[in-house]
């Protein structure tokens, strides 16, 4: 069973996952995070429902890329939201993010934390009507 407002938060920078942590928490979710790849697939494999992944791309060691690779794959989080958040915006990327069923595509310098939510939220609500 999904828990409804949980948000998984994955980044290897703890400044950023601390500061979109609280944000998430401000904006009323359960907020969980890892600092890599391997720390959220643990938590997925140990039974972590969360409604929403929220994930970077470039961490040490497994990329975002193949983190989502690994839970379509393992069916980890079939039914969670599944949102990139990445310094990077090439289009290339945003295709792969395509190719991998990704909900959502944020760019850290192109919005400001507290938009963050807002935009996820935005994209939950898309979700649940369509």
Known sequence: MIEQHTILIIDDDSFLLDMYALRFTQAGYNVDTALSAESALEKLKNGLKPAVLLMDIMMPGMDGFE?????N???????AIKVYLSNRGQASDIARSEELHADGYLIK??????????????????KLTS
Not at 67 to 71: A, D, G, P
């Open 73 to 79: 794959t393992e069916h980890l989080a079939d039914n």
């Open 109 to 126: 310098a192109n919005i400001i934390p507290t938009d963050v939510v807002t935009h996820v939220e935005g994209i939950i609500t898309k």
């Open 67 to 71: 983190l989502l690779e690994k839970i």
